[in-house]
């Protein structure tokens, strides 16, 4: 019974990841989107795989119940901080190299999906999307897909896919550039829910990351 719960689970895990997959493909059209319903998707599967597998709740990659324990384990902080230092880089660098059209840039992708006329519905937003994404790319796509595959094949992989899906149109330098940081950026992340087996924690990460970067992106623009 064991065995049968397990391969449905990596059957589920491989379509979902597909799914994913080909919908954030479909950013070879930068204005495309539907590449952001691949969160939708892995929102589900997490949950269904979930169930499928009849994952025990100490086991589960989404646990409310144990943020504290978890952010204790061995350099879970650390990593989880890091994306501070990586966003600083990012602004200074990206300023450097182009000057305010990095800013505009990052500016203009995260409009499509976010309010910045509202403060407290750009607050909900921003937690909304980074737990969203969180529980799709580092839950379902890295977590589950780590019971199949290796954790840096997934890590790597989930990552690009990550990335791939906030490709915008814009100057071909900005948007490597851009869509290399997020690459980093989810690379962090899915250490965070490595060593942490818990992606409210890599959550937490993420959102400290997208406020730093609308907040640099305002204030340098």
Not at 198 to 209: D, L, M, Y
Request: aromatic residues 12%.
């Amino acid at each position: 019974m064991k065995n049968r719960q397990i391969e449905k689970s990596a059957v589920l895990t491989a379509i979902g990841a597909a799914i994913m997959v080909l919908l954030t493909a479909t950013k070879v059209v930068p204005s495309s989107k539907i590449a952001g319903y691949s969160v939708f998707v892995g929102l589900a599967f997490f949950f269904i795989v979930e169930a499928v597998a009849k994952t025990p709740r100490p086991e589960s990659g989404l646990r409310f119940n144990t943020v504290l324990e978890d952010f204790k384990k061995p350099s879970v902080i650390i990593w989880a901080l890091l994306p501070i230092v990586s966003g600083i880089a990012t602004g200074a660098v990206g300023k450097l190299i182009f000057g305010d059209e990095f800013e505009a840039h990052v500016l203009g992708r995260a409009g499509e999906v976010l309010s910045f006329d509202k403060a407290a519905l750009l607050l909900v937003q921003v937690v909304i999307a980074a737990f969203g994404e969180e529980i799709a790319y580092r839950g379902f796509f890295l977590g589950k897909g780590a019971k199949i595959l290796p954790f840096w094949l997934c890590a790597v992989v989930s990552s690009a896919v990550f990335a791939a899906g906030h490709i915008a149109a814009g100057n071909i330098g900005v948007v490597l550039f851009d869509v290399a940081t997020v690459f980093i950026d989810s690379l962090i992340f899915s250490m965070v829910y490595y060593k942490s087996g818990n992606c409210v924690i890599s959550t937490i990460s993420h959102i400290v990351a997208n406020a730093l970067a609308i907040a640099e992106a305002v204030w340098l623009f």
